[in-house]
């Protein structure tokens, strides 16, 4: 009777405790549903690149163990034999010195292209799906991730149309040179980290700059450099160089010089940005060179002077120079390209300058019409035109003919790390400034109202429309041995002991590395394929000089003869396997003329054992 009347709230959460509930999770539904109806477009371009990517590697689909990149085989090997080795960082089984390859002396991760970073995140897929299946996603995510990335970075920081921003991305993500590079090159095509820093490197270059609009939009000026957007930027950059580095270095190392070309050429032409910005902007680079050191140092010491490191590259820049009339032939790989034009590189994993005359021309007339308006174009510009010319490598070479005329990387050659770049590669920083200058000059024609609104565009999608790709061929390969795949490897060799495959695997023949890599690495092999100190006087050099034994048994799979074997011939083989420390030499049914080589082992190791579907031979 004296009791208070219950309030309105008291009423309403009395009678349904329910609506409540829903009225928090209604707002954060139409939130998604806001932010997916805002971002739709954005998002169906990222599934068409996504698509597209999957397409043009869709021969590796649906079997990627029975499948391989017909280009480029061997790579493909090399890389799933990386991705298996990075996966064991799940198993806490990780060093940059891994003794599973090159028994006894082991291999330096970090000299070779390793994609550390990449084999760790996706080392649940590995482990679980196999190391091919692993390749097979990395090589369309990086086409697509890279497309996605630059798309982004031109419609939130140049601020371009979709339109634009769209043909420049398919450019950057699905260029000849990043096409050709999927041919189990993963670490050349994971870019899509190139965007984010030139985004840092932007953000830096506002933030130092006194002069600055204020960000709500007024239009006076800001007082004085934002120190905080400066230490957020270093911060960030020094976070996604270090990541890189662990992806792939070369690809960083042409990032660096390309937005150091376009710094210069910036300064140079805005002379009152570069006095206002230079002291917050130097200090900013100063800070995000020291955080990453502190975390590089390291692993940098170790690639360079630690175990099996090497300090210069393996590759002979006079070999692997653009062939000048490159620059205006089409990739075989794209719809407008002929076999013909293969003659003018090493391989067809290397179609780096193959832009085609019509994107050259088209590209040099957008940016003489953007002329002096923007400053980004300019340099964009003159960094193609200096990376262009750095690709020629130390002689130009014209329809495969060296002439005596040098190139301009005679200025670098010989220079530390540039070395072990490889100067047709420069190229491969072409795409994405070109594609910078295309998306410029299209955006500019979109939001005019003459002629070029219409010509531009058309002009921009006709040039490009030679280069689009086609999907990368690919062939079946021989079916791992049951004696791997159903671990009945385990009877020869213990966990992290080492196993002698028959042939041995060599940077010509690295297919027994894939005996490890369906194992997941489980167990270490002797030889192979990597980046070791074994060239003259300690520099790099492919693999190592083979033992004896090792190139006995090579000689026989080759030929299929049957060698007389000695008493000089057994101790050798006793001295390879104890040098090897290996517990167990193996024969799989289906090898080259495995016959002679199961006689010739007999002779050397005794009577063998028979495994699943191969010969064992304790030792």
Do not use: K
């Not at 609506?19 to 739709?40: N, T």
């Not at 976070?239 to 376009?262: N, R, Y």
């Not at 990597?530 to 026989?556: E, K, M, N, Q």
């Not at 010739?600 to 190791?605: A, F, G, R, S």
């Amino acid at each position: 009777m004296s009791s208070a009347p219950p309030t309105t709230t008291e009423v309403a959460f009395e009678r349904d405790p329910r609506p409540a509930g829903r009225a928090v999770r209604r707002p954060r539904s139409a939130r998604i549903r806001a932010w997916l109806g805002h971002h739709r477009r954005d998002l169906a371009v990222a599934l068409f690149f996504t698509a597209f990517a999957g397409w043009l590697t869709h021969g590796l689909w649906p079997n990627p163990g029975a499948r391989t990149l017909a280009l480029n085989p061997a790579d493909q090997a090399l890389y799933e034999w990386f991705l298996a080795v990075d996966a064991r960082a799940l198993f806490g089984d990780f060093g940059l010195l891994t003794d599973r390859l090159n028994a006894p002396d082991g291999v330096n991760l970090m000299a070779n292209t390793t994609v550390i970073a990449l084999g760790i995140a996706l080392a649940p897929v590995t482990l679980l799906l196999g190391a091919p299946v692993t390749f097979a996603l990395l090589a369309a995510a990086n086409l697509a991730g890279t497309a996605v990335a630059w798309y982004l970075l031109f419609t939130r920081t140049l601020r371009a149309r979709r339109l634009a921003a769209g043909l420049g991305a398919g450019l950057c993500g699905f260029g000849p040179g990043m096409v050709s590079q999927t041919n189990s090159h993963l670490h050349m095509t994971a870019q899509w980290l190139v965007p984010l820093i030139v985004w840092l490197v932007v953000r830096l270059l506002r933030a130092a700059d006194p002069r600055r609009l204020r960000p709500v939009g007024a239009r006076t000026p800001a007082a004085g450099p934002d120190r905080r957007r400066i230490v957020s930027s270093a911060v960030g950059l020094a976070a996604v160089v270090t990541a890189q580095v662990f992806i792939g270095e070369e690809v960083l190392f042409l990032a660096a010089v390309t937005l150091l070309v376009m710094a210069v050429t910036c300064a140079v032409v805005d002379r009152d940005l570069a006095r206002r910005a230079l002291p917050g902007f130097a200090a900013g680079m100063a800070l995000a060179t020291g955080l990453a050191l502190v975390v590089l140092a390291y692993p940098l010491w170790f690639q360079f002077a630690g175990p099996q490191g090497v300090a210069d590259g393996v590759f002979n820049p006079r070999h692997f120079s653009a062939d000048l009339r490159s620059w205006w032939a089409v990739s075989p790989l794209s719809v407008g390209g002929g076999d013909e034009a293969a003659g003018l590189t090493t391989g067809p994993a290397e179609y780096n300058t193959f832009l085609g005359w019509p994107l050259l021309l088209v590209t040099a007339v957008c940016a003489v019409w953007l002329g002096r308006r923007r400053p980004a174009a300019i340099a964009c510009a003159v960094a193609a035109l200096v990376m262009g010319a750095l690709s020629l490598g130390p002689s130009v070479v014209v329809g495969g003919t060296r002439t005596p005329v040098p190139g301009p990387y005679v200025l670098l050659a010989g220079l530390p790390v540039v070395d072990g770049a490889l100067p047709m590669r420069f190229a491969l920083a072409v795409l994405p400034l070109a594609a910078t200058l295309l998306v410029l000059a299209v955006d500019r024609a979109l939001r005019g109202t003459g002629r070029a609104r219409r010509l531009v565009p058309a002009a921009v999608g006709a040039a490009l429309l030679p280069l689009v790709p086609t999907p990368l061929p690919t062939a079946d390969r021989p079916p791992l041995p049951e004696f791997v795949t159903g671990g009945h490897w385990r009877a020869c060799v213990e966990p992290g002991g080492v196993l002698v495959p028959v042939p041995l695997p060599s940077p010509r023949e690295p297919w027994p590395m894939r005996w490890a890599a369906a194992a997941d690495v489980a167990f270490g092999l002797p030889e192979g394929f990597f980046i070791g100190s074994y060239g003259r006087h300690g520099t790099a050099a492919f693999g190592v000089y083979p033992r004896p034994t090792s190139a006995l048994l090579a000689d026989v799979a080759r030929r299929g003869d049957r060698p007389v074997i000695g008493e000089e011939q057994r101790r050798q083989a006793a001295r390879d396997v104890d040098y090897w420390d290996a517990s167990c030499v193996a024969l799989a049914d289906g090898t080259p003329h495995a016959e002679s080589l199961r006689i010739t082992l007999e002779q050397l190791y005794g009577p063998a054992t028979r495994v699943a579907d191969a010969w064992i031979w304790r030792v």
